[in-house]
């Protein structure tokens, strides 16, 4: 009995690493392409790290990153093929981005979605980002000084950019798989493009350039009906449709008299300290009605507008200004998604599905087409909390002196 124990705690120890994975026999994947092949359906890109390059022991003058490209028809496949070319086993849990060629996207992503849904080798904390005028392998390749390894400079550059500004719609794998699954919603994401020589990017001598030959940048929002691209829209009507979806913060310019032909040269600057948003649809006499709210916080970061910042009916008259502002940008994206798209983008018919399901059941199969012809009315109601460090400004001062 004592030489079974025995014999049973040493198997016990010896199977405790029967799976192991030495790091010097991985490579970490942090982006991937996919496009068009030339003689099979798909080609695969894979961005991995170039690890010694990016310890500050070793830090040499290689390159951060190695790319390897393959072809087939199967993305199941080819991520378990890639080793024709690489030397070490694929690790594909920390990739951050998967860019996907527009040829590809205006085809269908249906395929797409199915194997990084199905596979347990991905997270779901990656972008998935359309390239816009560019290869997808391009977007992959491009060196940035500051982050040495592309796909994470992406990342974190969409990152701060959504947290600044509000120009990304912040899509993972889930949400574009239930906005394909929605009843009453299409799908989004990100557009990106390469500003400059994209060869060029691909070399590392940029990093030894301050100005750049060859950078990513974000480029507005990937339009999508069922599985397929249908087109783009810009990067403020991108912001434009974010207001609807919940916008935390984000800075507007605004015309000092909106609506008048008086001081056209000169504008308000606002920055939104929070925001909130509510969409629903109502049905009055027997026509369906869109309506959204967005509500708020804003203060003045700066001013070409000499009214005087002590009294509330300057205050009154800016907040008039920028919610006017506001209504006319988010109407006119939404009248724009359905005259061009005919494509409900923003979950109208979600909302009217969870407020009154049995109508929206008789509208199902046919709802782009009923929202594209249902009336929007968009109300906002923002409020100035403060100007600054200072109320009047010291050009206001000027004016008053002046002989």
Not at 291 to 315: D, P
Not at 329 to 346: G, L, P, R, S, Y
């Amino acid at each position: 009995m004592r030489k079974l124990l025995i014999l049973f705690s040493l198997l016990t120890l010896q199977t405790g690493c029967w799976d192991k994975v030495e790091l010097n026999e991985i490579s970490i994947v942090t982006g991937i392409a996919i496009e068009k092949g030339e003689s099979s359906k798909f080609k695969l890109t894979v961005e991995t790290i170039n690890a010694p390059q990016l310890s500050n022991e070793q830090h040499g003058s290689a390159t951060p990153v190695i790319t390897f490209e393959e072809e087939g028809n199967s993305l199941a496949e080819l991520t378990e093929r890639m080793n024709v070319g690489l030397s070490r086993k694929l690790i594909y849990s920390h990739t951050r981005v998967i860019v996907i060629d527009e040829e590809v996207a205006r085809q269908g992503v249906g395929d797409i979605v199915d194997f990084l849904e199905r596979t347990g080798e991905f997270r779901n904390d990656f972008n998935i980002l359309i390239a816009k005028e560019a290869r997808a392998s391009d977007i992959v390749k491009t060196i940035y000084p500051l982050e040495l390894v592309p796909s994470i400079k992406i990342h974190k550059q969409i990152q701060m950019y959504l947290e600044d500004w509000g120009g990304d719609p912040y899509v993972r794998l889930t949400d574009f798989f239930f906005s394909l699954t929605s009843k009453g919603r299409q799908p989004v994401t990100s557009a990106v493009t390469i500003q400059g020589k994209s060869e060029a990017g691909k070399s590392i001598d940029q990093n030894k350039m301050t100005e750049l030959d060859s950078i990513v940048v974000i480029d507005g929002l990937s339009i999508f009906k069922n599985d397929k691209l249908v087109g783009y829209l810009s990067k403020e009507e991108a912001r434009n449709y974010l207001w609807t979806q919940g916008l935390k913060h984000t800075s507007l310019t605004v015309p000092c008299n909106l609506g008048s032909s008086e001081g056209e040269d000169k504008y308000l600057d606002f920055r939104i300290l929070n925001s909130h948003s509510n969409r629903k649809v109502t049905k009055l006499n027997g026509k369906l009605k869109l309506f959204v709210k967005v509500s708020g916080e804003a203060r003045i970061q700066g001013t070409q507008c000499h009214e005087n910042l002590e009294k509330i009916s300057t205050y009154k008259m800016h907040e008039q200004a920028l919610n006017s502002y506001i209504e006319e940008k988010i109407t006119a994206t939404i009248v724009k998604m359905q005259k061009e798209f005919q494509a409900d983008i923003f979950g109208f018919g979600e909302s009217y599905y969870r407020s009154n399901p049995k109508q929206y059941s008789k509208l199902e199969g046919d709802w782009d087409t009923v929202f594209s012809g249902a009336e929007v009315e968009v109300e906002s109601r923002f409020f100035i909390r403060r100007s600054g460090i200072r109320n009047k400004s010291f050009l206001t001062d000027e004016e008053t002196t002046d002989p």
